[in-house]
């Protein structure tokens, strides 16, 4: 049997070169690629090249400033100790592993990109290398992890003042919204299909004119590149049907919000840690400390997972946005979910955070979900009693008694607590770590004193 090695230089050696992708894409008609990464906002940022120039940049790279970094949502730039002002730029290298013909832009093909300084050395910013290394030092702890994302969007027809207009009227989850939109719904699915995205469900969600597609797991960082693709694959769609659309945390004020939730599983030797026989809940006593220490941070991820000002007017109570800081058994109102799945499927069941968006880096949401995790294998963390029913309704003393902490209610206070979590300042580096607070205090000042009707309308086409 070869060693892992030498299997992977064969593959290396299978694999087409830029040259020859540059080829079969200029036969398929694709002229133009682009290159995308998502800054601390949660913006997805892009590049664009001619497909002659694949080789060239697939070598060596696009220019880009890493001012980018510490851009808000809405493209104010601030610093921070490390990141800021006009100096140095770096180098942005496709991953050719992930190029795919877009489907929704006639002659466009799209890469994510990780990011290098000019001497080749990893920039210390780069999200995706940051989520890397986590799934990395998870495989390297002996453990498999699986991340799959639930895309919500809410869909409108085009209206004066960039206001928000439902594209469908019928109600929540119902029948009705597929017919009003069942072309749309329908290219949605296609291209998707045709860019090689596996689908497990698209249907209508609860908000107004608001819709979800549930995909496939992937390893940490294809799961976070399939986000990305998904996202923007919908708002293509959507143009092409004459609809806007945005993933913000929240489309209409005083409305149930948009969502982002993260599905995660974790395995051993081929072998799920979820299907533990006699366990409580089946949990093996390694997924138990990881989902532990999931939860125990929760406050803390709170800025990386709910990143935008409008991600608080979303995280209330009784919304089943998982407002508190508590586990459950396929508890849809608790933050961190635990689904069982099919009783005769082996390699079913997962992990749900339910208190994240689509404001929110899915690079940096992944790689901190796994330092979180590690840290809690390392440390032993345990999880408490369950929470049945809504955790809302309970008194504060019996929350209290039970350790049921409400997520913050600002983006203040979670950057505050996120500041000094020193598990995700040692896993990201000093770097990126200040990088992302710089972001999170400038976009809080910016919506300090506004109404939660500007700060959805500042927010609202932003995502």
Known sequence: MADDSTTEARTAEQRPTPRQEAARLTAEGVHVIALTWVDNAGITRVKTVPTARLAAVAERGVGMSPIFDVYTC?????????????????????????????????????????????????????????????AERAAEAGFEVRMGFETEWAVSRPAPDGAFDAACAGPAYGMTRIVELSDYVRAVAEALAAQGIEVHQIHPEYGAGQFEVSTAPADPVGAADEVVLVRETV???????????????????????????????????????????????????????????????????????????ASYLRLRPSQWAGAYRCWGVENREAALRLVRGVWDDPDGGNAEIKCVDAAANPYLLAGSVIAEGLNGVATGAKLPPPVVGDPGALSEAERRERAIDQLPSTLTEATDLFERQEVLRDAMGDVLHGALVAVRRAEAERSAGRAPEEVVAATRWRY
């Open 74 to 134: 809405d493209d104010y730039i601030t610093a921070s100790p490390h990141v800021g002002g006009p100096d140095g730029d770096l180098r942005l290298i496709p991953d050719l592993r992930r190029l795919t013909v877009l489907a929704a832009q006639p002659g466009w093909a799209w890469a994510p990109v990780d990011r290098y300084g000019q001497d080749g050395t990893p920039y210390a910013c780069c999200q995706r290398q940051f989520a890397r290394r986590m």
């Open 235 to 309: 708002r293509a769609v959507s143009a092409r049907h004459g609809l806007r659309v945005t993933f913000a945390p929240v489309a209409l004020a005083g409305e149930v919000g948009t969502g982002c939730h993260l599905h995660f599983s974790l395995g051993r030797n081929g072998r799920s840690l979820h299907r533990e026989s006699g366990a409580p809940y089946g949990l093996d006593p390694a997924a138990v400390a990881f989902l532990g220490g999931v939860l125990d941070a929760l406050p803390a991820l709170s800025a990386v997972g709910a990143p935008s000002p």
